[in-house]
């Protein structure tokens, strides 16, 4: 009779855990995406009206935050059926190699930030992961497929040659939207970032590609960061 009422107990506790996650994800605000700057509402307006975007920028400008906080609006709003984020295996390779784990356990560290962006759209991020909905892929692993109602996020573009960025922005499927993201001052490619030569190749020939170049003057983050952004900028610049 004890071990019955302690069954009974257990599960009342189970379906009173159940009611509460219910009721905090019913009661989940997210927070509202507001541009902060001129550049920032015509890249939210590009990632509204536009199936493919190239944002180019240093830190700080908003590029990565807008991309995921819009991505994660439209999973939510269930306008699209799942989340890519991706990024090169260049720059971080070396030390992906030596962390134990899966992929998506290997890329985290590199695309948290992105995550965390997510979660204040999306609240409980884990249901979302664990049933394939946002989903962590190095950019070499989804080169040549395609992706239905997906939005595809690429950070550190940068760090792709022009022939694997080829590979992805000819080979998008219907419903779906893909947003390239980088900083060119931080490249790790020896022989040149393909993300400049995409931009190149767009504007020559009028793809229908929305781009946003920030600058510094873009930078929203502490001034600090915007200091030193154009203390280097400055330093590039200068004769040797």
């Not at 269930?78 to 890329?107: D, M, N, Y």
């Not at 996020?153 to 694997?164: K, V």
Request: charged share 25%.
């Amino acid at each position: 009779m004890v071990k019955s009422e302690g069954f009974l107990m257990s599960r009342q506790r189970r379906k009173k855990s159940k009611k509460s996650f219910s009721e905090e994800k019913n009661e989940f605000k997210p927070k509202l995406i507001i541009p902060l700057n001129e550049k920032q509402s015509q890249y939210l307006n590009l990632l509204q009206t536009r199936d493919q975007i190239i944002s180019i920028g240093s830190a700080g400008t908003g590029k990565t935050f807008l991309a995921s906080a819009f991505a994660a609006q439209q999973l939510r709003d269930k306008h699209i059926e799942k989340i890519i984020l991706a990024r090169p295996a260049v720059g971080a390779s070396t030390s992906v190699g030596f962390l134990k784990g899966t992929v998506e356990e290997k890329l985290y560290p590199w695309l948290q930030p992105m995550l965390s962006v997510m979660k204040s759209q999306l609240g409980n991020l884990s249901a979302y992961q664990n049933s394939g909905k946002i989903q962590m892929l190095p950019l070499e692993m989804i080169r040549g497929r395609s992706f239905e109602n997906t939005i595809v996020l690429i950070d550190e573009a940068q760090n792709a040659d022009i022939h694997l960025l080829k590979a992805i922005v000819t080979r998008q499927g219907s419903g779906s939207k893909i947003i390239i993201m980088g900083d060119q001052t931080q490249s790790d490619v020896v022989n040149g970032s393909g993300l400049k030569k995409l931009v190149y190749i767009g504007k020559k020939h009028g793809v229908c590609v929305g781009v946003v170049e920030f600058c510094s003057d873009d930078i929203i983050r502490s001034g600090i960061v915007k200091q030193w952004v154009q203390a280097f900028e400055k330093e590039e610049k200068a004769p040797t």
